[in-house]
């Protein structure tokens, strides 16, 4: 897991095991980097308070509500694009 901004935008990169998928930085609970968490290739885990958002569509796991904002990714060339609309 990689944090970066991103047009002044935080955004969490991380790599499940087989894509990358992006996060909005922060977690949307108590605004802690989510960078500082733990990822299991399936779920992304806020140690905060241990709310959890699934890789797949970034949807709230255990003690989340909602979900965190995800970015569609785009690789090219060696290099990643991030749509932040």
Do not use: N
């Amino acid at each position: 897991m990689k944090e970066f901004t991103v047009g002044g935008t935080g955004v969490l990169i991380v790599h499940t095991g087989t894509e990358l998928v992006a996060f909005q930085a922060m977690c949307p609970h108590e605004a802690v980097p989510l960078e500082q968490g733990i990822h299991d290739g399936c779920l992304l885990t806020c140690l905060e308070h241990t709310w959890q958002f699934r890789s797949q569509d970034r949807r709230a796991g255990r003690g989340g509500r909602g979900g965190a904002e995800g970015y569609r990714l785009r690789e090219s060339q060696g290099e990643i694009y991030v749509a932040l609309d």
